[in-house]
Every structure is written in C-alpha cells, then in structure tokens.
C-alpha cells in the first residue's frame, strides 16, 4: 500500500513564512497616498523577464509601472476588479490590454511573472497565462524610467509619465516579496511608506519559537535561544545534555550539564561521491527514532540518505525539487512528498529535513507515526499499517548516493546527490550517530567514495542543451550496463516526435554478410512518436516496445523520465509515473556496444545496425528540444560540456523557450505549409513541387516514356516497420507504376501505381517465407479519380505498423493490416518500370508522365540520384520536363492504317493519343458498332472533329483550338465519355464537353482503326 501526502495546504501566514525565509526581500505596502518603491531600471525593451509574489486584499491598484519618459512607449500592471490587468503600448500604437481571471485580492499569495518578447507581453498568476500583442512598426520597447512598484513617486512629474492615468491609481497596499528580474533581484535606489521583510518578520510574524529573541544580524533573522532550553534556527529543538559514551555512541542523559557545542559537519558532493556507515556489526532498534541534515543544491534529483533493504528501509531524496521520503516496515511503502507553494527546494539556500517514526499502541496493535519537515514549516504526518513492535536496521547507512541507487529498494531517483549536505544524524531512544562528524573524523565504520570536500562548495547545476535541428545530437561513451543499469534526464518540447536515446550491440559478422533476415543486436532507444514516449530494448531474446506515457509530453513544460533495469525486470518513470516490464525468457545481459546517441543519429549510418523496431531512426526523425540533467548509472554527464568538446552542430548550450509564433512571417515559399516547431518554423513542402528548409527549391523532375525507369540500390538489405512517401505525378494514362519497393529475396513491397486513373496503394509482406502468422494477403486502397488529366497530383503514404494512410491532393483514406507481421523487406526503390519480377504474378504498367519530389522516410532520391549525392542509382529515365512521345508510328501514305481490337466503351470510355503532321485532313479514328453506332475521330482542315453516335443520330463536337494543328508539331488529344454521359473533347489545354440525351450505351463492334480504313 502507498500512501502521498502533499504539504500544499498550509495557514497563511506560515506561507509567508516561508517564502521570506527562501528568498531574500519582503516589502510591506501600507497604501498610503505618496508611497512608492523605486528600482533600477528594468530593460525589457526586447525580451525579459520579471517575477515576484504578492498579497493583498484591496481590488484596485497600481502593481509597477515603467514608460519612455513621457513619449509612447509604456507598461503597467494594475489590480482591476481584484484581478490582474496588464497594459503596455510601443511606438505610440494602440495599447494592448489583457485582463486575467485568477482573483488575487483573497489575502492569499500569488505568483506573478511577466515576460517580454518584442511586441508580445506574457501575464502568468499561479499557472493562469495569457499573452498580449501590440501592433507596432517598431517591434522593440523604449524603456527609459526606473521600474516603480507600488505607487508612482511624487516628485515624478505628470508630464514625465506616458501613461496620463498611472499617477492617480490607487496605491498598492499588501505584501511583494521575492522580487526578480531574470534571477537576479533589481537594486532598490530609494523608497517611501514601504515596511522591509526583516522588520516585517520580527514585528509581525516572530519566526521564533519557546521566547526566543528575534533580531536581524548581518541582513538576516536570528534567533537567541539562551535561557529557552531550546536550540536550532528558530529555537525548535529540544536541547539534549550529553556526556561521551563508547566509541562514537552518543547516550541520551537528563542530567544538568551545558549543551555541547560543536561545528557544523559539512560536505560536498559532486555527483560520484557518497559515504556509507556500516551498521551490520551493531544493529540498532528503538520504539522512536529521528533522522536530521541539512542541504543545499541547485540539482533537482538526488538520493541525500537510504537505509535498509528489502522491505525494510527508509530513503530521502530530492526528486523534481521536492523532498520525497519513502519508508517501509515490511507491510508496503509510505511516501510523503513536500514541496513548498512557490519555487522549488533546489534553489541553492540550505535547507533543513526532519523525519520522525514513533510507535503507537492502538488496542494491542502497534502502529508507526512518520513526520516529516522541511525548514520546520512544512510538515505530513501519517501512519503505516499493521504491527509492529520495533524499529530498526542492520545495512547501512548511504549519505549523498550509493554505488547503485537505481537499485535501492524505494529509491525513487537512481541518480547521486549534488550539492552540500551537513548534520546528517540518527538518533533513537538510546544514542545518537552524528555520520557527518564520523565522516570527517575518519570514522573505521565510515567508507567514503569519491572526492569527498568536507567543506560546502558551489556544485553547478547541470545545464540544459538544445537540440535545434533534427539532424544535431551528441555522442556519449559506450553504456556498460550488462546486468544492471539507470538512466534519468530531462527533457522539454513542442514537437511530436523524435529519437531521443539509442544504442546496439555488436553485429554478428560483417555488415555486407548479413543474412536474409535483419541482423539481430541487442539494442536500447527511448523515443517520441506523436507526442507520446516510448522505451524499446533487447537483449537478444526478443523486443520490448512500451509506451512510457499515457498521455502526451510534447506540451513544452519539463518532462523527467527515470529508466532503472536489472535482469530481465525494469521500470521506466515519466513525471512520477512508473510502469513496470519485463523483457522475454531467455538472456539478462543487455551487451552495447555502440556509442550513445542523445538527440539523433549521425548523418552517416553505414556503421550503425538500426533495428525496424525504432521508428524514429529509420525515418530520420531527429529530436529538437532541450535536455538537461542527464545521470547514466547515478552518475552526472555534463552534456554541455560534451557538445562542445565534440562542436556539435545545431547544439546550443541554453534552453528558452521563444513566444513568437514563427509561422506569422509566412516563411514557406511556393504553398509550403508552416508548422510550428521548436523555436523555429517547418515548412511542410509535399506536393508542392519544392524543397528546402524554405521550399525555395525547385525539386528535380524525371520523364518516362514507358520505356524508362531509375532505380535506387540500397547498400545494403532494409526492413522497415513505419514509412512515410511522398511524390507528385503527371501523366495522360490511366496505368502506370509510381513507385514500388522490391525484394531480391521476397514478394515484400510498398507500391504506388495509376490504375484507372486513381492511384493505388498495395502492401504486401511475405508472411510464408519466415514462417510468421499468415495476414489475408496484400492490403490494397485507392484514393482520387480521374488523375490522368496531364495535370500535377500529390500522393503521400504513411505507414505506422499496421495503420495504413493513402492521401491524394490532401484527401486521405486509412485501412488497417491483418496478422502480427509488419515488417517490410527491400532492396531497391523503383519508378516508372517494376525490374524486380520474380515474386510478383502481375506486373504493372510503365509509367508514361513525369514524376517530381520523391521522398522516403525524408530522404530525397530523385534529387540526390541526379546531384550526385549517392552512388547507388540505376536509370534511363530523362531529367527536366521534358515532352514525352511514346511508341510513335508513322503513316506514309494516305492508304496506311493501323487495326486494333474492339474499342470497349459501352458505359464510358477514355481515350488519349498524340499527333503531329503537315496535313490538314485525314481520319484518325473510327470504330463501327451495331446498328447506327459510331465513334469518329478526324482532321477537319487543320482542327479535331468528334463524332458519336449512341442510337441518337450523329453528334459532333469540334476542337476549340486557338490555330490550325496541321504545324508539324505534337499535339495531345483526350476524348472520353463518363457514365453521367458527359462527352469531353481536350485538344492540348483546351476543352471542350457535351452532355448526350437519350440512348447512354455506345455499343462498338468489330475493329478499331487508326489512320485510316481498308478499302
């Protein structure tokens, strides 16, 4: 059973409390007209930053204020209504306004954060956020005054102020504190009417406890606690009268002796350094014991103490900020999570920890009360279950980490404190362990690891990076984790998808060797696929695919994901929540072999073995986004320091997070659709006929005639389980194959191809060949119609496993595979002509057309095959646009004819040819049927005459050519008749159509001739 307890809900005035005692000013506005609090200036003309919290109870008043020194340019926060309202203005344009709902005149603390960027201007109160724009020429703010709070100073003239109306606002009355521009607090030149924290705290809201003396010394609150019979910060502590016993025992005793005063026991820890007191030897028990330090870190995630094993422990850590505390009797875990309202514990100010456990008797059953409290404010008490009579422990004692605390029972981080810890002591009813002294004395039961400084030093916090591109990532050392093994990071983003960690094991033989089947590694990866996360890992017994999440993490806010493993068994944490898995029966090693790829894969991949399994890698979606914090086995890696040893591309050493919408600029050219990213725009460029970051550049066009083909040859064998396709087509034929992938060794393909004038999708994936359970056979889907219209159309094809997506021209059909298998085997990606036959019973027809931007998995062949850029393509296919005959015949002599089969248009027909002749008459087609019907097709001095007969009598429809076409040029002639009975006659790019009454059947008979008739 688990138990969390959130110290959230807390009175008023210990809130305050504790927001002064973790910040470092507190003012006091007393509302009285003439009050003001001036500071140095605030230079937010660009971007910015400004923080802080209040209290108030009254519903109008002027928060701060700055401007331009009488001009345009101004900002103001006011309380409206008890609510917050924001107005700025920039180059004398309108002012823009924004008004948020949180009310914050309930005598309650606030957060408040504003931020500027340019023309935009975010308003934050307690996670309520809106965002205001100006519309401005000039996009950057004047800013000349010094930043007023509270109240605008009298000898400020009104001329002097932008605003006409900020001088006779009310002014503010309550309590700021915790003021920030950035991180850093704003210099305070002068003041009037205004009451500091210090003052505020003694007068007011005593911190101190049991009589104690409050005063402020050297800029801070101090307790004298003589004559109280209390110790501590804040006068708490009960004194404890000691005399020395054996060893390093310290024996509770009531005589009347002094208190013992003795230094603080400090130390630092950088990430690799703890130290362990081995209680095997001397097992402790106690009805009550109490567990004391202090710390002080800017780390957000850290073990800071563990005792015990199995069932039986006791762990304190920093997780997210927060000060988490599992124990566990033997009965299932209690966990009590204490964070404060504002800001978070690891904000380089010490702390102090308390935990209590006392057993209780409750009708015969013993019952074990856990407190504990941070600065001695926040405090969560509970109870564990069912009995007990003692307790204790017989393993040790780990300070500030562990060799493995990833593997601690209840440990709910797996990485090493970083930062000072001071005091850690252990008492119970009969003696007291002061670990930090004994550290520091070299006790024999202590064993240090690492640099152990016993003094407090500055550990810097780990910075973040950002990744800004897909195709940027940072190389880590090889991951030595066979049996065991931790990872836990950070991470932050907008973007739905990326690979974020990967790494295999040692190829079986040389690459170019490889069987039929993939190569098989053992493989790690942790990525993002539409917003959500998932873990993928073998050791060589079989996949493990989980997704890590259950709901999405793509929503820009810091995401912490926890991976810990031993054996077969494992768990993976995002955002405190865990779920287990377990690998299949077989091998517990888990042998890498490779580097560790944070944020994506090298451009060049001929070295790496990357498993279908893994989405990401093989559609080269890299991340973009930031990371932070990153401990491989407990141990920090400084990936900033990493990126730059390395000049990792597209690796920056900050993580922001821009406002402005980078789509507002329209940046894709030629109808390229802009998505939002990042920090940065993504043009999408399908079917626009352009490439380019931008789509600015034109994409390579290739020509087939019916006899041509390109033909891209893999390096090497590929199998895929996700693809994503695109290309544009154009042609005048109802048939003909796109593009197709093909096996040397299977009937695996993803083909593409016009089947009577609607494009095709077929999938098929060779289930007998390995054995596998057998699907229903190809999956088929169609989308569009009419397509051989000589125009351009945009085909895109999206497979993910089973799920199946077919768009053409943005209008999408899905479907949905049968059976387990969903990998696809190729070793060649084909156009125009299918060359690779052996498993195929019907072969498609070659594309007669043009075809332009083909991608897969974001790879663009047709333009790398014609730039050079690889090695590995096969073709006769004609680059540029260019004007395509195919199978041409020439008739000499006006006695000539060709004769074909029975023309079959009953319901409707299409027909296309292409001509070209000096010439101005002459039959081009003619087929005869039963009774009156006919299809004719002729040259009538120089232009196109149609003439059908449906039962009806004869019609005739005439080209609407804008010349004679008897020019010795080739000419492109289109007629058709649809099932609405609709006649079309297109001669080139003119059009003309006819709707036919009456008879709807066109009943041909005998044969069709071209060019002529017999005699």
Not at 15 to 26: E, G, P
Not at 106 to 128: C, K, P, Y
Not at 810 to 830: C, K, P, S, Y
Request: glycine share 8%; aromatic share 8%.
């Amino acid at each position: 059973m688990t138990r969390r307890l959130r110290a959230l809900c807390l009175p008023l005035w210990l809130v305050a409390l504790f927001s002064m005692l973790t910040t470092v000013k507190m003012l006091e506005f007393g509302g009285a007209p003439g009050q003001y609090a001036r500071y140095g200036r605030w230079e937010a003309g660009s971007v910015g930053e400004l923080s802080f919290s209040l209290k108030t109870n009254i519903s109008q008043a002027l928060v701060l204020y700055l401007d331009d020194g009488g001009n345009c340019d101004f900002l103001e926060l006011l309380i409206a209504g008890g609510r917050l309202q924001l107005r700025f203005a920039i180059h004398c344009a309108e002012p823009a306004i924004l008004h948020l709902e949180t009310r914050v005149n309930d005598d309650r603390w606030h957060m408040v954060l504003l931020t500027r960027n340019f023309r935009n201007t975010l308003l934050m109160v307690d996670g309520e956020t809106k965002v205001a724009e100006v519309k401005s020429k000039r996009k950057e703010m004047a800013v000349v005054s010094d930043l007023f709070v509270g109240g605008i100073p009298p000898d400020v003239r009104l001329s002097a102020l932008t605003s006409s109306t900020v001088k006779y606002e009310p002014p503010f009355h309550g309590l700021i504190s915790n003021l920030k521009v950035g991180e850093t607090p704003p210099t305070l030149l002068n003041s009037q009417g205004i009451q500091s924290d210090l003052e505020y705290l003694c007068t007011k809201q005593n911190p101190c406890f049991n009589g104690g003396f409050c005063s402020i010394q050297y800029g801070e609150v101090h307790c004298d606690c003589t004559h109280t019979r209390y110790r501590g910060k804040y006068c708490k502590e009960a004194e404890e009268y000691i005399v020395e016993g054996l060893a390093h025992l310290t024996l509770n005793d009531q005589g009347d002796l002094s208190p013992a005063g003795k230094e603080e026991s400090v130390a630092t820890f950088k990430g690799n350094e703890f130290f362990c007191y081995d209680l095997s030897l001397t097992p402790i028990q106690s009805s009550t014991d109490e567990i004391t330090l202090s710390f002080r870190t800017l780390q957000r995630n850290g073990l800071m103490l563990h005792t015990g094993k199995s069932a039986d422990y006791v762990n304190l850590s920093l997780k997210s900020g927060a000060v988490w505390l599992v124990i566990n009797l033997g009965s299932g875990a209690f966990e009590a999570l204490v964070e404060p309202v504002n800001g978070k514990f690891n904000d380089n100010a010490w702390h102090d920890v308390r935990v209590t456990r006392n057993l209780r008797q409750h009708a015969g059953i013993g019952h074990a009360m856990v407190t504990i409290s941070v600065d001695g404010i926040l405090t969560t008490t509970g109870y564990t279950q069912e009995d007990y009579t003692m307790l204790g422990s017989d393993d040790f004692f780990y300070i500030g980490g562990s060799p493995n605390t990833a593997d601690l029972p209840g440990s709910p981080v797996s990485n090493n404190f970083m930062g000072c810890l001071k005091d850690v002591v252990y008492k119970n009813n009969d003696f007291k362990l002061e670990l930090s002294r004994l550290a520091i004395e070299r006790d024999p039961k202590i064993t240090p690891n690492g640099d152990l400084v016993f003094r407090c030093e500055d550990v810097a916090a780990l910075d973040p990076v950002t990744f800004e591109t897909p195709e940027s990532y940072i190389s880590l050392p090889k991951w030595n984790t066979k049996k065991t093994g931790s990872i836990s990071f950070d991470f932050r983003t907008t973007e739905p998808s990326g690979l974020l960690l990967f790494s295999h094991g040692r190829p079986q033989g040389p690459k170019e060797q490889k069987p039929v089947r993939e190569l098989k590694t053992d493989y790690f990866a942790m990525e993002l696929l539409d917003g959500y996360l998932y873990l993928l890992i073998d050791m060589g017994s079989g996949k493990t695919k989980l997704k890590a999440s259950n709901k999405k993490v793509n929503d820009g806010e810091w995401c912490h994901v926890d991976f810990q493993r031993e054996g077969r068994k494992g768990s993976i944490s995002v955002n405190s929540r865990s779920m287990p898995f377990m690998s299949p029966e077989g091998s517990e090693i888990l042998d890498l072999d490779s580097d560790m790829f944070l944020g994506g894969l090298p451009e060049t991949k001929s070295d790496l073995i990357l498993p279908p399994e893994v989405w990401t890698a093989l559609l080269n979606y890299g991340y973009v986004g930031c990371v932070r914090d990153l401990f491989i086995d407990g141990k920090s890696r400084d990936v900033r320091r990493l990126a730059e040893i390395q000049s990792a591309l597209g690796v920056s050493s900050f993580c922001t997070r821009e406002l402005q919408k980078r789509c507002s600029s329209a940046p894709c050219g030629n109808a390229g659709l802009c998505k939002e990213g990042w920090n940065r725009y993504i043009c999408d460029c399908t079917g626009t006929g352009y490439l380019g970051s931008n789509c600015d550049i034109e994409a390579t066009v290739l020509s087939y005639d019916g006899s041509m083909y390109l033909k891209i040859i893999m390096p090497f064998t590929m199998h895929t389980e996700a693809e994503d396709v695109a290309l544009r087509f154009m042609s005048q034929r109802a048939y003909g194959l796109l593009m197709a992938t093909t096996s040397k060794e299977s009937a695996d393909t993803l083909r593409l191809e016009l089947d009577g004038g609607r494009v095709k999708l077929t999938v098929n994936l060779d289930c007998i060949r390995i054995d596998c359970s057998l699907s229903k056979g190809p999956e088929t889907l169609f989308a569009g119609q009419k397509l051989n219209d000589n125009e351009w159309h945009m085909v895109k094809v999206v497979r993910r496993g089973k799920n199946l997506q077919l768009s053409v021209d943005n209008v999408t059909v899905e479907g949905q595979m049968t059976g387990a298998h969903t990998r696809l085997e190729f070793h060649n990606i084909e156009t125009g002509i299918m060359t690779e036959r052996r498993f195929i019973s019907v072969v498609p027809s070659n594309f007669i057309g043009h075809l332009q931007g083909l991608t897969f998995n974001s790879v663009p062949y047709l333009d790398q095959c014609k730039n050079g850029d690889i090695s590995y393509c096969e073709l006769n296919a004609r680059f540029g646009m260019r004007h395509i005959i195919a199978d041409p015949v020439t008739f000499r002599t006006k006695g000539s004819y060709l004769a074909l089969a029975t023309l079959q248009a009953y319901a409707s027909m299409h027909l296309f040819f292409q001509f070209k002749t000096t010439t101005p008459d002459g039959l081009m087609l003619f087929n005869s049927g039963d009774g009156s019907d006919f299809i004719v097709v002729e040259l009538v001095k120089g232009y196109v005459h149609y003439v059908f007969d449906l039962g009806n009598g004869p019609s005739l429809m005439k080209g609407n050519s804008d010349k004679p076409l008897n020019d010795n040029q080739w000419h492109n002639v289109v007629v058709s008749r649809d099932a609405n009975n609709v006649h079309t006659l297109k001669i080139d790019s003119r059009t003309v159509t006819q709707h036919s009454n009456g008879a709807r059947n066109l009943d041909l008979k005998g044969e069709l001739y071209i060019g002529g008739v017999p005699k």
